[in-house]
């Protein structure tokens, strides 16, 4: 039953996460509101990225649950294993809990209110709301393998300073930063804010961990006592 479950489940999220790229590529060519600029395309927004990540998470995890070849089965297990614990969760969660905490506080340093127009608002809950939920459903199906806390850290901090290059090369590109909350921001403060998200996304990762060992060890302990 589990088995069954967990397979519908990673068919249908990466269905949904297939459907809302397809949504947002659908909406190239149309005249961009104010807030949105054409340089670098989706590619600089963390939300599009996290839904590439998302997409190609669910596309893995459903090969490995209709994997039949054996040899192949732990290589992929093992990735996928890797991807959700490093990636998958703690950028997903950091994207929707940073979103709306600025949202909450001024919805115009992340996302103006002329961008209501271009996306409708079920697909802003689906870029920046429903990805959490979907994350914890993966949490409560599925153990998940973690790395050693350092290789993970590691591996995260090179993804964020790689996309932190990317966003003020387009900055350095065309005069205008991908978020308008970093315009507001002096020097010190950019150099703040990244460390500080930096730090949040390692917590979400620990908290990932800690998350995986206390479900799965609770349904371990009262599997053998029902045994």
């Not at 809302?20 to 600089?44: N, R, T």
Request: net charge positive.
């Amino acid at each position: 039953m589990t088995l069954r479950l967990r397979k519908l489940f990673h068919v249908t999220m990466l269905t949904w996460y297939a459907f809302v790229v397809k949504s947002l590529a659908a909406k190239d060519g149309e005249e961009l509101p104010a807030g949105i600029f054409f340089y670098g395309g989706p590619w600089k927004y963390l939300t599009f990225l996290n839904l590439l990540l998302q997409m190609s998470f669910f596309l893995l995890a459903a090969l490995v649950d209709f994997q039949r070849v054996q040899k192949s089965f732990g290589f992929l297990t093992s990735l996928k294993d890797l991807l959700f614990s490093v990636f998958v969760f703690p950028v997903g969660s950091f994207v929707v809990l940073l979103f709306w905490t600025i949202f909450a506080f001024d919805r115009e340093l992340v996302y103006p209110a002329t961008i209501d127009a271009f996306f409708p608002p079920w697909m802003n809950h689906a870029m920046h709301t429903f990805v959490l939920p979907v994350l914890l459903g993966e949490v409560l199906l599925q153990p998940h393998v973690y790395p050693p806390r350092k290789l993970a850290l590691t591996a995260l901090a090179a993804v964020g300073v790689a996309y932190l290059f990317w966003i003020v090369w387009v900055y350095l590109s065309v005069g205008l930063w991908v978020y308008p909350l970093l315009g507001h921001l002096s020097s010190a403060g950019l150099v703040f804010f990244f460390f500080f998200n930096m730090s949040v996304v390692a917590f979400l990762y620990e908290l990932g961990d800690k998350l995986n060992v206390l479900v799965w060890s609770q349904r371990r302990a009262v599997k053998s006592r029902e045994e």
